[in-house]
């Protein structure tokens, strides 16, 4: 007995192909996301190692400003803004493009407050501003937590989310992510700082990292024999 074209091929008709597998077209794009165990761990580690690497360089060179623990407080942030901003990338993947689009600003926001904390802590700054109680402008008063580093997680959102790169199995495509939100999302932090160049250099350190990290916990895990 004869058998169709369709019943010849390797797969259904109604597959198609995207990046680093094979998916129903009627399924969403979430079903080839890294695990998110994986991919916290990974870019935990990578983030925190980036973050640290990168508070040491600010211990050595601007020592009169930071102290020790400038060191460990970096990790933490590192780790923080890595995480909270690659679960807000994970979890637009398999959105419509108006709600990835619009949620990668918010998934920003909300990795630039939760990761400035351990920075504030080293830096002995207010912490009024977590709570919104500085006397300040509306603007300057809501606005904070994107320009302090939460526009590198709204560029990674955008990235790995809203243009669905997070299922890319290319290592080039993750670093230039994370390079691209480690340097543009902390220049204005160093602009205000008066040390522009550092978000070249701390902006690559931290992005190649996280972006090697996401890149490791997409890749298959070996089956045992």
Same mark, same amino acid.
């Given at each position: ?69 400038? /060191?460990? #407080?970096?990790?933490?942030? @590192? &780790? $923080?803004?890595?995480?909270? +901003? ?5 979890? !637009? ?60 997680? /709204?560029? #990674?959102?955008?990235?790995? @989310? &809203? $243009?669905?790169?997070?299922? +890319? ?5 993750? !670093? ?50």
């Amino acid at each position: 007995m004869a058998l169709s074209v369709e019943e010849m091929a390797p797969f259904p008709p109604d597959t198609t192909f995207i990046a680093g597998g094979t998916m129903d077209s009627n399924t969403n794009a979430g079903m080839n996301r890294p695990p998110l165990g994986r991919l916290m761990v990974w870019t935990a580690a990578a983030g925190a190692l980036g973050g640290g690497l990168n508070a040491l360089h600010c211990l050595i060179t601007l020592s009169e400003d930071v102290k020790w623990h400038i /060191v460990p #407080a970096g990790m933490i942030h @590192g &780790a $923080l803004l890595a995480t909270v +901003s690659l679960l807000c990338a994970w979890w !637009l993947v398999d959105r419509g493009v108006a709600v990835r689009f619009l949620g990668a600003p918010a998934g920003g926001y909300l990795s630039g407050y939760v990761s400035f904390l351990p920075l504030a802590l080293s830096l002995g700054w207010d912490l009024d501003i977590f709570w919104f109680g500085r006397p300040e402008s509306l603007w300057d008063t809501y606005s904070w937590p994107l320009f302090g580093f939460g526009l590198v997680g /709204v560029t #990674a959102c955008l990235g790995w @989310g &809203a $243009l669905r790169l997070l299922t +890319s199995p290319r290592l080039v495509v993750h !670093l230039g992510i994370g390079c691209a939100a480690g340097i543009l999302g902390s220049l204005w932090w160093w602009i205000a700082w008066h040390y522009w160049a550092y978000s070249l250099l701390h902006g690559a350190v931290w992005g190649c990292l996280v972006g090697y990290g996401v890149w490791r916990a997409s890749r298959p895990v070996p089956s045992k024999p």
